[in-house]
């Protein structure tokens, strides 16, 4: 009863989600204290007290009308603030028009994409990417078109960027603290990426949005800033969440901001209000967009992911891992030290070491690693990597 490409997606998709069954077996069989388990980015901290506390109070304030249907597009005072957050850095600003509350990135992402899409176009993603956007991308009849990001950078090479952009390339979707590298992309890269789509654009006579893919924008170390994509791109548009930022993933709330630069800003935020009313959002949830609304430039403790962060990063770097240190986001993403990264986590698996191929990123050759895990599991997990690579050096 149910449609082949479905059951396709039900046999290949997820890595992520085969590793976390996995861990949970191995757990049964050693305890929960012995398996270290490396594979999910659900996010540690628990919200912010601001969010809790401000909560509490819409639960407990019985307004009228505080769970009703709304506008399409959301409360206008979210909206409000969410653009005052945005425009923190842009040269032209954008008002509550140009904002869209969702239902999470995710949510988020397929309305863009639903909205921008006609059948057959492509929407280029860079490897190693979020793996679900193949899935966002079929589901709104595009089609993804993989370019692999340099080894050692994870920036894409704009030539061989450049390469496979043609008439029917729709969108550029960016991830930028990157899930699973932590890289961020530099702005005098993304300066350079916007001079060659604009010339794209002109020979092809087309439009390319820059779709920037934002849930960890707020999860940055030591200083590092993440390049104002409104200012670079006329025709981006950020999607954005507070899963990451506020630790609220379950609750499913994000939002669009439009470039108030593009030609017709209107007429996009318009598509984007009807899909997302007929894809069956409809509206991101009510009480969470007023219980984000003055929580929008919060987060949680930043400093506690560092310290997980240069934990395993330092100790990896000790047992001779290649592996970039993450500007951002909570991944790390070290080569393998064997050539096949999903033999490699079979290896690691018998330490009790669940990792996640860099296979199921579009990037073989390497795993990643969640750290947004209790500190005393990393504290606890050393060892077993410290054994892990005493293996392959024999
Ligand atoms: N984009 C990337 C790169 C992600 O890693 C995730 C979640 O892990 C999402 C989007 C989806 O985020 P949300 O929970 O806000 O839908």
Known sequence: MIAKEVQNGLQNSSWIRKMFVEGNALKAIYGEENVYDYSIGNPYFEPPQSVIDNLKKLVNSGIAGTHRYMDNAGFKSTREKVAASVNKGTEVPLSYENIMMTVGAAGGLNVLLRTILDPGQEVIILAPYFAEYFFYIRNNNGVPVTVKCTEGTFEPDLKVLEAHITEKTRAILLNSPNNPTGVIYSEALLKDMAAMLESCEK????????IADEPYKALLYDGAVVPNVLNIFKNAVIVNSYSKSLGLAGERIGYIAVNSRMDEPKLLMDGLAFCNRTLGFVNAPALWQKAVEDSVDAT????????????????????GFEVNKPQGAFYLFPKALIEDDIAFVEAAKKHNLLFVPGTGFGYPGYVRLSYCVDIKMIERSLPAFTKLAEEFKK
């Open 203 to 210: 020979r092809f006579g087309t439009e390319i949005c820059v």
């Open 300 to 319: 949680v403790e930043i400093s506690e992911y560092a310290k997980r962060r240069d934990l395993l990063y330092n100790h990896l770097v000790s047992l």
